[in-house]
T-cell receptor, first 115, second 111 residues
Framework: GAVVSQHPSWVICKSGTSVKIECRSL??????MFWYRQFPKQSLMLMAT?????????EQGVEKDKFLINHASLTLSTLTVTSAHPEDSSFYIC???????????FGPGTRLTVT | GQNIDQPTEMTATEGAIVQINCTYQ??????LFWYQQHAGEAPTFLSY????GLEEKGRFSSFLSRSKGYSYLLLKELQMKDSASYLC????????????FGKGTKLSVIP
């Protein structure tokens, strides 16, 4: 089946610093990748939709200047949390959609803790 | 809106059958997905329905009624490892499956 990886799996950073999270589709080309955030005991909330070679589309309430998304190739999208604050601590999950598939395949997630 | 409603918690006995219901708003509908999520892990894909009816896949089956905006996930022969959250997700958009998730149903399987 389709495999999506995320790196790092967990990260602890200090308030005010920036953190980059990578999402890779390992055995298929992903024209579209989605970034989600999940707080404890909450559902996944879509942050943005990323299409290869174009600007990401952000959901209402998500600051595009704070959460920078780059989808430079068909196998890699990155999410950079800039000037992180403790309230940004969350589980960040990406999903990738293949060129012909109907299912979104999720990465294993990245747990971010901002101190 | 795309409100997706599913029960918050359910408990069932090992070996039994459980049905997890999900209702959603029908406008712009483009497929209904079910995912399983264990605590601290990412969701894993279980099923996808775009046409009315029942899709069976081993111990798991999923049903869809588009006119009613209703789906259910049926789990048979429950095992302890089935204890997890089950997320109902509604697809929308043309071409790309942008998913909106319900809050999930936490299923506890007891001996």
């Amino acid at each position: 089946g389709a495999v999506v990886s995320q790196h790092p799996s967990w990260v602890i950073c200090k308030s005010g610093t920036s953190v980059k999270i990578e999402c890779r589709s390992l055995d298929f080309q992903a024209t579209t990748m989605f970034w989600y955030r999940q707080f404890p005991k909450q559902s996944l909330m879509l942050m943005a939709t990323s299409n290869e070679g174009s600007k990401a589309t952000y959901e209402q309430g998500v600051e595009k200047d704070k959460f920078l998304i780059n989808h430079a190739s068909l196998t890699l999208s990155t999410l950079t949390v800039t000037s992180a604050h403790p309230e940004d601590s969350s589980f960040y999950i990406c999903s990738a959609q293949g060129t012909s598939g109907r299912a979104n395949y999720f990465g294993p997630g990245t747990r971010l803790t901002v101190t | 809106g795309q409100n997706i409603d599913q029960p918050t918690e359910m408990t069932a006995t090992e070996g039994a059958i459980v049905q997890i219901n999900c209702t959603y708003q029908t406008s712009g509908f483009n497929g209904l997905f079910w995912y399983q999520q264990h605590a601290g892990e990412a969701p894993t894909f279980l099923s996808y329905n775009v046409l009315d009816g029942l899709e069976e896949k081993g111990r798991f089956s999923s049903f869809l009624s588009r006119s009613k905006g209703y789906s259910y996930l049926l789990l048979k022969e429950l095992q302890m490892k089935d204890s997890a959250s089950y997320l109902c997700a509604r697809g929308s958009g043309a071409g790309s499956y942008q998913l909106t998730f319900g809050k999930g149903t936490k299923l506890s399987v007891i001996p």
